[in-house]
């Protein structure tokens, strides 16, 4: 069994920045892709950004909305996912999950992860 606890959401301005993490118990964290979700209120959830899984290093992937101002980074020696985010803007606002995917490379889709955490509330004012 895998659990997945996030952690770092908040209340933060506009512009300003957080760092999610997510650690991972369990065995099964390297091998696998991670990846961080959201979803705002009375919205659907949406995938924000991914890391796969290397010996020779991780790929990344991003939702365009988020390009330029988030960063998804995995240490694997301490089974942790990180989302640094940077500039935000009050439309970043969501709760945020993070989400092990069933295989080592890259996925937006929802149905390529079947561990999911709990979720951290980020709210961005304007």
């Known amino acids: 069994q895998v659990q997945l606890v996030e952690s770092g959401g908040g209340l933060v301005q506009a512009g300003g920045s957080l760092r999610l993490s997510c650690a991972a118990s369990g065995r099964s964290f390297s091998s696998y892709a991670m990846g961080w979700f959201r979803q705002a209120p009375g919205k659907e959830r949406e995938f924000v950004a991914a890391?796969?899984?290397?010996?020779?290093?991780?790929?990344?992937l991003y939702v365009d909305s988020v390009k330029g101002r988030f960063t998804i980074s995995r240490d694997n020696a301490k089974n942790t996912v990180y989302l640094q985010m940077n500039s935000l803007k009050p439309e970043d606002t969501a709760v945020y999950y993070c989400?092990?995917?069933?295989?080592?490379?890259?996925?937006?889709?929802?149905?390529?992860?079947?561990?999911w955490g709990q979720g951290t509330q980020v709210t961005v004012s304007s």
């Open positions: 890391i796969s899984w290397s010996l020779w290093g991780s790929n990344t």
């Open positions: 989400a092990r995917s069933r295989r080592s490379y890259i996925s937006r889709a929802e149905s390529e992860y079947d561990y």
